[in-house]
């Protein structure tokens, strides 16, 4: 197995992970291929330590290598966080209403397909840290046609979850089954507590 992750660099608002799995059998699997961006699974466990490394989905493709006995197959996937890119953003029925950005940060985590922890800053946000609050994400609400939708058609799920990366100073990154939001330059000034998203 191996593993990569892409950014931007260290501030990006999302690190995403690839991963090629090779596959040593002599059964057909001709089921592990889809057409779409959730159609098989792929989870990555560390036994020995019982936990979960990757979580993600098979990148979609047409299955065109020949079987053969032992055959060696590999496999790509991109975690579920990338998936996003194909899912339009759709939290309520209209684009008028309000919402807590903790509760856009899990509808999106949840339509990544992930079902582990949210883990977010405490007293986090490099915009204005002079806010009180336990929780920023939970605190602040946002109007829904200001930001997630561009003249009248909503953007993707992955851009909605850049664009409280980008206002917030946050940097996404899954690891295994669970969502990390970390701010590097709070940590650095600031030693900001992390907590799950409950």
């Not at 699974?41 to 979580?55: A, Q, R, Y």
């Not at 339009?88 to 209209?94: F, G, P, R």
């Not at 046609?145 to 003249?151: E, L, R, S, V």
Request: proline residues 4%; charged residues 15%.
């Amino acid at each position: 197995m191996i593993t990569q992750n892409s950014s931007d660099g260290l501030f990006s608002p999302i690190k995403s992970r690839s991963c090629t799995v090779t596959i040593v059998s002599n059964e057909p699997y001709f089921d592990m291929y889809s057409g779409t961006s959730h159609g098989t699974s792929l989870v990555v466990n560390n036994l020995s330590k019982g936990e979960c490394i990757f979580f993600g989905y098979v990148t979609p493709c047409e299955y065109n290598q020949p079987y053969q006995y032992l055959n060696q197959i590999e496999i790509e996937a991109v975690d579920a966080i990338s998936t996003l890119q194909d899912f339009k953003y759709s939290y309520t029925s209209s684009s008028e209403a309000f919402n807590h950005i903790a509760s856009i940060i899990k509808k999106l985590v949840s339509v990544a397909g992930y079902s582990g922890k949210i883990l977010v800053p405490q007293y986090g946000c490099m915009m204005k840290k002079s806010w009180d609050y336990e929780y920023i994400p939970t605190a602040m609400e946002v109007l829904n046609d200001d930001i997630f939708y561009d003249k009248g058609e909503p953007i993707s799920c992955y851009e909605v979850l850049e664009e409280i990366c980008n206002f917030y100073g946050f940097t996404c990154i899954p690891y295994g089954n669970d969502v990390f939001f970390v701010d590097y330059e709070g940590v650095a000034k600031y030693g900001i507590n992390y907590s799950w998203l409950t």
